[in-house]
């Protein structure tokens, strides 16, 4: 009888030791980390494909009218992004991209590594292959992923209320038939149109600022009055006059 009783107990404990790890083991399981999986962690003077990666989820996180180079190494800037993507969620604010870093990240993106309120086909209306721009169908694609991410961390400034995409990558023919200038960066897939919302054009041209975006077209600049252009060229300018920049 003491046997059995011992037996009994022993049974109970291995089976709540089993539902305890099991609650372990999924306590803070990525919402989708299929795209992407860091193996390591990552702080200033390390560099490899692992920091390219993060570079362009904190693309976002560059700092006002600064852009974040995706160049695998972890230098200041690097680190500067990390500490205000870390503030921006609550986490604990060391610079150092760990576990904690990795998880919100992966709560932040789907499975083909686009973050969870932004979408290719959000970003592409032109056609399904990429192609017919000003750069191969590969590069538009990748700097489509890189303009939502800076899109995903503009929403979440602004209190994670949706943002509406117009238009975004065309090829030549897209371009033409809408009137787009000959040398659109829409072409090379790294602009995005805004249209208002929850928010004003003016308060989405103002808060872009701080967001990783080069080029800034809004009300006041030529045929930008029902939108806010947001673009990844080779040097700043922003021109929205109406709304003070």
């Known amino acids: 009888m ?3 009783t011992v037996r009994l107990l022993l049974s109970v404990v291995m089976i ?3 539902v305890l790890a099991g609650t372990v083991a999924t306590t803070g399981t990525a919402h989708a ?3 992407y999986t860091w193996s390591r962690t990552l702080s200033e003077g390390t560099s490899g494909a692992d920091v390219t990666q993060l570079q362009i989820r904190l693309g976002g996180y560059a700092g006002y009218g600064a852009v974040l ?3 695998g190494d972890f230098g200041p800037a690097t680190k500067a992004a990390v500490t205000r993507f870390q503030q921006a969620y609550g986490l604990s604010a060391d610079g150092v991209a760990g576990s904690q870093t990795f998880n919100q990240l992966y709560a ?3 499975d083909d590594c686009t973050p969870v309120h932004f979408s290719y086909s959000e970003l592409n209306d032109c056609n399904s292959d990429w192609s017919g721009g000003a750069v191969s169908a590969a590069t538009a694609k990748s700097n489509a992923l890189r303009t939502m991410w800076k899109l995903e961390a503009l929403r979440h400034a602004l209190g994670d209320q949706p943002i509406t995409v117009t238009s975004g990558f065309r090829s030549y023919s897209c371009n033409s038939a809408v009137g787009g200038a000959s040398d659109s960066r829409h072409l090379y897939g ?3 149109d ?3 919302g929850p928010h004003s054009l003016c308060t989405l041209a103002q808060r872009a600022r701080y967001h990783g975006f080069r080029g800034i077209l809004g009300p006041g600049y030529p045929g930008h009055s029902d939108h806010t252009h947001v673009d990844y060229r080779a040097s700043q300018y922003w021109s929205a006059s109406s709304c003070g920049i």
Request: aromatic share 0%; hydrophobic share 50%.
């Open 194 to 196: 805004l249209a208002a």
């Open 16 to 18: 709540m030791a089993g």
């Open 33 to 35: 980390d299929g795209c």
């Open 69 to 71: 180079a995706t160049d």
């Open 2 to 4: 003491l046997r059995r």
């Open 190 to 192: 790294d602009a995005a």
């Open 108 to 110: 932040l993106q789907d």
